[in-house]
């Protein structure tokens, strides 16, 4: 099932919380499913990501649809995260 990376889930301001309270230093996103972000979605991506940098923690989006890749490069993200 495809999926859409929304912003204003809780469930993903949950999980990307939990995620930083981990001890961990590697963390790979896995975007196999997500065929769409949405504005919200991409500004939570880049709080978690710039939140993870401050904590010396890695963020690498893996599997990620050719079409999402395309747009994250538009939008100049792509080396942002790690694609």
Known sequence: MDQILDGNAPELR????EI???N???I???LEKVVIVS???ISRLLSFKNKADEKK????????QEKLKETLKKLMLDQFFGL
């Open 39 to 41: 504005s919200l979605g």
């Open 57 to 64: 923690m890695t963020v690498k989006i893996v599997n990620i």
């Open 20 to 22: 930083l309270e981990k």
């Open 28 to 30: 790979y996103l896995d």
């Open 24 to 26: 961990v230093q590697e």
């Open 14 to 17: 949950e999980i990307l919380a």
